[in-house]
């Protein structure tokens, strides 16, 4: 039980001590960032699947 009480430890004195965290500014910039690309991503898949399925809507109609 003391292995995980100075794992604790020296994990929190890492990450208060070691550990270098981003601005808010860059948070900010870099979650924006984050969400464009999500939302490009999800058109491009959308465009896609549009495009397949007229395709193959009109395969399947002939």
Known sequence: MS???TYVKES???LTT???WPTWDKLQSSAII???ASVV???VIW???FVFK???TGI???
């Open 34 to 36: 984050v969400m464009v």
């Open 54 to 56: 007229t395709i193959m």
């Open 12 to 14: 929190y004195k890492e």
């Open 18 to 20: 070691k550990v270098t």
């Open 60 to 62: 399947y109609q002939l």
């Open 41 to 43: 991503c999800a058109v």
């Open 3 to 5: 292995k995980l009480g």
């Open 47 to 49: 465009a896609m699947d």
